[in-house]
């Protein structure tokens, strides 16, 4: 039996990873942006261990979900899931003074990972719509460039990808993979989405959970519990090394050596 912690888990995926985790006897602690969000998630989940609350679009939340969970323990596993999409219709400026999907989808997932006990497994949701996002730091707030959702959005997880493998790499002895769910109709992808939406949350909660040996690796980019390739650009060091430093550098916090 795990213990996992799930970014963004009450609603669409998240809450279904979750769901699969606690029916295979696993501990689950959820996250919820806000109290009214929390007794929801507590209302579908009942079984569920405990959880924490924070609004991940601010820098101050993050550390504060980060601090919750700490208190609650250690974790084996943490899934960043919590995400933002594709429809935002101009630049939502955060109380950082950063753009709101870059902050949900990007800094969240590096200060939680930097802040948060080290687990032996990270699980970091990315997209299949990552290969058509701009690798590099040229105006990652988006301040020079005309806004547009759907670029700032693969950008967003063409990073959770180069963040995935560059914890992958400086921290060899956890297992850091990014996972591309499919395209399915949760609130973010729409009635519309074609993809199974039952095998969403299925690669996720198997990576955490570690108990097959084929999650015995770190660097992988999966896809309904296949590998599959990804941008090049995420197997850069230099651009990987870069992501950090900017994280770093925004949030005044260092992910710690290995
Ligand atoms: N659905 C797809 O087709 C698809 C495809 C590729 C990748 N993904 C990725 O899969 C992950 C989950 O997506 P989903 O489809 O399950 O989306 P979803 O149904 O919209 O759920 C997103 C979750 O994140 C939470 N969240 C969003 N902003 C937050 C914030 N500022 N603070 C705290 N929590 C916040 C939401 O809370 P509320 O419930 O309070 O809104 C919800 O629990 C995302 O990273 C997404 O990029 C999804």
């Not at 058509?132 to 959702?149: H, I, T």
């Not at 399915?184 to 969403?200: Q, S």
């Not at 519990?225 to 950090?244: N, S």
Request: proline share 6%; aromatic share 6%; hydrophobic share 40%.
């Amino acid at each position: 039996m795990s213990r996992i912690f799930i970014t963004g888990s009450t609603d669409g995926l998240g809450l279904m990873a979750a769901e699969l985790l606690l029916k295979d006897g696993h501990q689950v602690t959820l996250h919820a942006r806000s109290q009214a969000r929390a007794a929801d998630a507590r209302t579908r989940l009942p079984a569920a261990d405990a959880v924490v609350i924070g609004d991940l679009s601010a820098i101050q939340d993050m550390r504060q979900v980060a601090e919750q969970v700490n208190a609650l323990g250690h974790h084996d596993a943490v899934i960043h899931n919590a995400g933002v999409g594709y429809r935002e219709p101009r630049r939502i400026q955060t109380a950082d003074g950063l753009s709101h999907v870059f902050a949900i989808n990007v800094l969240a997932p590096y200060l939680l990972t930097a802040l948060i006990a080290r687990p032996g497994r990270l699980v970091y949701l990315s997209s299949g719509i990552h290969t058509g996002g701009e690798a590099g730091l040229s105006d990652p707030q988006w301040e020079k460039r005309r806004w547009n959702g759907a670029q700032a959005y693969s950008d967003s997880k063409l990073d959770d990808v180069l963040l995935a493998f560059a914890v992958a790499r400086r921290w060899p002895q956890v297992r850091s993979n990014a996972v591309e769910p499919g395209w399915v109709a949760t609130k973010m992808g729409g009635r519309g989405a074609p993809d199974d939406l039952a095998l969403g949350p299925v690669t996720q909660a198997w990576l955490a959970a570690g108990q097959d040996p084929r999650t015995d690796v770190t660097g992988e980019y999966f896809y309904h519990q296949q590998t599959r390739r990804t941008h090049p650009a995420a197997h850069d060091p230099r651009l990987q090394d870069a992501l950090l430093d900017y994280c770093a550098a925004l949030t005044t916090t260092p992910l710690p050596g290995p």
